[in-house]
């Protein structure tokens, strides 16, 4: 074996450190308002051993966002097929129910288009850097800094509109 | 305070640690894993390029049409559906083929606003909602230690398994449909694993561990209603 190479790790071994982020992915679906969070945190563990090849082995976490994520969608559109009635009450456009502690910040989080509110709360809840969130929504991250500044400065207008004193306009991100 | 403060500060606690993760963990790596078996990358090269010249002869000899549609017979299918009165006839021909838990009705669905699909899709649509009320059922069942009801179930499920659930060809595109003569409605999985571990569900659900199909019955039942094992 040429020196250089490193064996092969166990795929155990591997997955053990992707699996470390289950309770994140967990918490991360219970943000976005899924109705059952740890079905989604196992499915996305499942499908990570499956495509293990495919998730980051140094960072896994943004791959893990993006596939919960996309159950969270197909979670929101069976809830979304209801009966005949509620359906015709239903706006398929309606935000998700992501739930703040702070009402104010609620509103203003839901008046804010989607993938705005996305970029926002990757960096503010998630704790991800900007590098991070900009893979886990599939996009370069000078388009990220560029989605994240605009929608920094909504959503501090829409908070202010709500009521809060003049703030400055500052966010204060970690760096790559 | 900024508004990126407030918005810090008004992050929902976390949930409680997720329950039994070893068991989960022991659970998932017991199911196969195209991923962790895969070859180091320098030989998956030369697979790949061994492949793609083999292609190349196949493709040069003139056969491409032939191999896409008669020999694998997996094709894309370019037939939409836009109308949902159409789309809700091909859904209510595949609930005629399809078996329920007793007492279950089929719930009313139908083609989203603005919205097209393939032709195959009502009838997946409605053998997913037969596959998830039968794994319902079949945790229900084994918590009741109901054996008939476990057997309905993990007959009903191995049905759909066998006639109901094709495996695409791995880098498929999205509308991907299989073989014509394929006995509909069916239900098109990736070619990632998922059968895989859906089969690994039922053999643990068939040895009395309702774990597996319990978990897939939470993530998809959605607003089904699924009535009490009798």
Redesign the interface.
Same mark, same amino acid.
Request: proline letters at 11%; aromatic letters at 8%.
């Given at each position: 074996m040429n020196p250089d190479q490193h064996p092969?790790e166990d $795929? !155990?071994a591997?997955?053990?450190r992707v699996?470390a982020h289950?309770?994140p992915v967990? &918490?991360y679906a219970?943000?976005r308002g899924s109705s059952? $969070? !740890?079905?989604?945190?196992?499915?996305t563990?499942?499908?990570a051993?499956?495509?293990? &090849?495919?998730?980051p082995a140094d960072d896994p976490r943004p791959w893990l966002f993006v596939t919960a994520r996309n159950?969270l969608m197909a979670?929101q559109r069976?809830?979304t097929?209801?009966?005949?009635a509620d359906?015709a009450l239903a706006r398929?456009e309606a935000a998700p129910a992501v739930?703040?502690?702070?009402p104010a910040?609620?509103r203003a989080?839901r008046a804010l288009p989607e993938r705005d509110r996305e970029a926002?709360l990757l960096v503010?809840?998630e704790d991800l850097t900007p590098a991070q969130a900009a893979a886990a929504l599939g996009i370069a991250p000078v388009a990220f800094r560029v989605r994240l500044l605009r929608a920094?400065r909504r959503?501090?207008r829409s908070?202010?509109a709500d009521g809060?004193p003049n703030?400055?306009?500052?966010?204060?991100v970690k760096s790559t | 305070?900024?508004?990126?403060d407030?918005?810090?500060?008004?992050?929902?606690?976390?949930?409680p640690?997720?329950?039994d993760?070893e068991a989960?963990?022991d659970r998932?790596?017991a199911?196969?894993?195209?991923?962790?078996?895969?070859r180091?990358a320098r030989s998956r090269r030369k697979l790949v390029l061994v492949a793609a010249v083999g292609l190349a002869v196949v493709l040069s000899a003139g056969t491409a049409y032939a191999v896409a549609t008669d020999l694998f017979g997996w094709h894309t299918d370019n037939v939409f559906v836009k109308d949902p009165r159409v789309w809700r006839g091909l859904y209510r021909d595949a609930t005629q083929e399809l078996r329920l838990p007793p007492g279950m009705a089929w719930?009313?669905?139908?083609l989203?606003?603005h919205t097209i699909t393939n032709r195959t899709e009502p009838g997946g649509m409605a053998v997913g909602i037969a596959q998830t009320a039968w794994e319902c059922y079949w945790t229900e069942a084994i918590r009741a230690n109901d054996r008939t009801a476990e057997r309905d179930a993990h007959s009903a499920l191995t049905d759909l398994v066998r006639h109901h659930i094709v495996v695409a060809p791995p880098g498929s595109p999205e509308n991907v449909a299989p073989p014509a003569g394929t006995q509909a409605p069916f239900e098109i999985y990736a070619s990632?694993?998922?059968i895989s571990?859906v089969k690994h569900n039922y053999a643990l659900a068939a040895a009395g561990d309702p774990s597996g199909v319990a978990?897939s019955c939470?993530?998809?039942r959605?607003?089904l209603q699924i009535p009490p094992v009798r």
């Open positions: 092969p $795929p !155990e591997r997955f053990r699996f289950l309770q967990a &918490d219970a943000r059952d $969070p !740890e079905a989604i945190a196992a499915e563990m499942a499908i051993w499956r495509r293990l &090849d495919r998730v159950l979670e069976r809830t097929r209801r009966s005949q359906r398929p739930e703040s502690t702070d910040v609620t989080l926002l503010a809840w920094r959503f501090a908070l202010s809060l703030t400055p306009d500052v966010l204060e | 305070m900024t508004a990126m407030r918005l810090r500060a008004a992050r929902p606690a976390p949930l640690a997720v329950a993760r989960l963990f998932i790596v199911t196969p894993a195209d991923g962790a078996g895969a180091p719930p009313y669905r139908t989203p606003p990632d694993g998922g571990y978990q939470r993530a998809n959605g607003d």
